[in-house]
C-alpha cells in the first residue's frame, strides 16, 4: 500500500539555521499538508498546498515558513531562521481530493530540534 | 473557527473491556470526523471516520457515532487489547476548510 515517505526522521539545528524538510506525498494525491505537534501536545494544521499553490495556512505558517513543489514528486516545508520553539514533529499528509471526499494520510513524521 | 475538544484526556482500561472516547465540536458546518491512533514517536494513524449524513460506523471492534445535533461523536473501541494501548486524536473538517484537531485522549490498556 502506497504511505507519504518523509526525510530526514529527525533533525537537529542551530537556533538561526535554515531548516528543509522533506516529504514525498502519495503518487495519485494532489493536496498536500503540513502539521505540527509539539512533544505532548496535539497535531496542529500549518499548511495546505494545490496546483503548485498555498491554499491555505494557520497564523502559526508565518514568514519564516515556505513551502515548495520543486518537481513532481517532492513536497518540503522551509523554515528560514529556526528558533528553539520550531522544536517539534512536523507531519506531511496528502489526501487526493479536499473537504470531505477523501481522507489525508500521514507520513511518519520528522523531528526537529532546534537548539 | 472550528473548535474540538476531546474527553477523557487519559482512560485506562482492564483488557477487554470497552473504551469511549468523545469529542465535541463547534462548528455546524463541519462534516467530515475522522480519529487516528498515534503510537509514541509515529505517525497518526487514521482508524476510522464518518461523514456527517451518516450516524454510526462500524469496523470490527471499532466503532463511531455522531450526533449532529449535539456537536459531538464518540469513538468506541470493544474488547480492548494491549495494542490499543496509544494516543487517539479526533479532528473534524469542514469542506474547504482543513482539519482541526483535538487534543488527544491516552487510552491505556492493562493487561
Known amino acids: 500500500e502506497p504511505e507519504v515517505t518523509q526525510t530526514p526522521s529527525h533533525q537537529v539545528t542551530q537556533m538561526g539555521q535554515e531548516v528543509i524538510l522533506r516529504c514525498v506525498p502519495i503518487s495519485n494525491h494532489l493536496y498536500f499538508y503540513w502539521y505540527r505537534q509539539i512533544l505532548g501536545q496535539k497535531v496542529e494544521f500549518l499548511v495546505s498546498?494545490?496546483?503548485?499553490?498555498?491554499?491555505?495556512k494557520s497564523e502559526i505558517f508565518d514568514d519564516q515558513f515556505s513551502v515548495e513543489r520543486p518537481d513532481g514528486s517532492n513536497f518540503t516545508l522551509k523554515i528560514r531562521s529556526t528558533k528553539l520553539e520550531d522544536s517539534a514533529m512536523y507531519f506531511c499528509?496528502?489526501?487526493?481530493?479536499?473537504?470531505?471526499?477523501?481522507?489525508?494520510?500521514f507520513g511518519p513524521g520528522t523531528r526537529l530540534l532546534v537548539l | 473557527g472550528e473548535n474540538v475538544e476531546q474527553h477523557p484526556s487519559t482512560l485506562s482500561v482492564q483488557e477487554g473491556d470497552s473504551a469511549v472516547i468523545k469529542c465535541t465540536y463547534s462548528d455546524s458546518a463541519s462534516n467530515y470526523f475522522p480519529w487516528y491512533k498515534q503510537e509514541l514517536g509515529k505517525r497518526p494513524q487514521l482508524i476510522i471516520d464518518?461523514?456527517?449524513?451518516?450516524g454510526e460506523k462500524k469496523d470490527q471492534r471499532i466503532a463511531v457515532t455522531l450526533n449532529k445535533t449535539a456537536k459531538h461523536f464518540s469513538l468506541h473501541i470493544t474488547e480492548t487489547q494491549p495494542e490499543d494501548s496509544a494516543v487517539y486524536f479526533c479532528?473534524?473538517?469542514?469542506?474547504?476548510?482543513?482539519?482541526?484537531f483535538g487534543p488527544g485522549t491516552r487510552l491505556s490498556v492493562l493487561p
Open positions: 498546498f494545490y496546483n503548485n499553490e498555498i491554499s491555505e
Open positions: 479532528a473534524a473538517l469542514n469542506y474547504g476548510q482543513n482539519f482541526v
Open positions: 499528509a496528502s489526501s487526493r481530493t479536499s473537504g470531505d471526499q477523501e481522507t489525508q494520510y
Open positions: 464518518i461523514r456527517s449524513n451518516v
